[in-house]
């Protein structure tokens, strides 16, 4: 990477994801200033039993700019200050909300509020299929951008599918996949394949594949094996693939 003229004294935060074949992921992240017209380079060695990496390049020039706003924009969501929508979701459970927040997110809310899908009189909009902890933590990354928790990137996918939280989808898929495990990962194979994500389906047979000893004893490949065949085949043609 080459720091352009206007970089000097500017802080970065770089940050290594490294996925092992048959490992949990490995993350290191370092702070630096870069020096004007500089470069920095990684190099990687022994790349044979590296299956991705992933670089992420932060800039942290702004960084107290940005806390501050996030600050403030969880302050107007836990206040309901100037809230103009109420969010229910399938229990019953009322978020209140900002039009101009979840329209500025959301091409889907953008629509929903332009073509009148409140309730008469009440600016309600009922989710049906939405418990409270997802729509809680959506709200909370539509204001903030805030990380996801790990355990719950899968219902958050989902949401982020229904109302095309695209940036909230990348997080989700590579929650799903740095916490993939033995015990969870058939579930998460099937949780691809329903959502048509290519990439997750991938990465969720190449890890059955590589640890097929330990997966086939799970009660989650079990069930696997008894709903959905054609999964248990594209499986079993990638232990072909890695051991013949």
């Known amino acids: 990477m080459c720091l352009r003229e206007d970089d000097k004294d ?5 940050t290594l994801t490294i996925e092992k074949f048959g490992c949990e992921a490995i993350t290191r992240s370092i702070e630096i200033v870069g020096n004007e017209g500089g470069t920095i380079s990684v190099n990687c060695n022994n790349l044979s039993e590296i299956q991705d990496i ?3 390049i932060e800039s942290l020039s702004n960084k107290s700019t940005e806390c501050n706003m996030t600050h403030d924009f969880a302050k ?3 206040s309901e200050e100037s809230s103009d929508v109420t969010l229910v979701t399938g229990d019953g459970t009322e978020f209140k909300a900002h039009t101009f927040v979840l329209s500025a997110r959301s091409v889907v809310f953008a629509a929903m509020f332009r073509n009148d899908f409140l309730e008469r009189n009440t600016s309600r909009i009922t989710i049906e299929d939405m418990d409270a902890e997802v729509m809680k933590e959506m709200l909370n990354y539509l204001y903030t951008d805030r990380k996801i928790p790990n355990q719950m990137a899968a219902p958050l ?6 109302y095309a939280l695209l940036h909230l989808q990348d997080m989700c898929e590579q929650a799903l996949i ?3 495990d033995v015990a969870s990962v058939a579930d998460t194979l099937r949780f691809a394949d329903l959502h048509g994500n290519e990439r997750l389906k991938t990465k969720a047979i190449t890890f059955i594949a590589r640890n ?3 997966v086939t004893d799970t009660e989650s490949w079990k069930n696997l094996r008894q709903t959905d065949h054609q999964l248990c085949m594209d499986v079993l043609e990638e232990v072909a693939k890695q051991h013949f």
């Open 10 to 14: 500017t802080s970065y935060r770089f």
């Open 54 to 56: 992933y670089i992420k």
């Open 76 to 78: 107007i969501l836990a």
């Open 157 to 162: 996918y989902t949401a982020a599918n229904k």
């Open 178 to 180: 740095e916490t993939m």
């Open 212 to 214: 097929i000893k330990t």
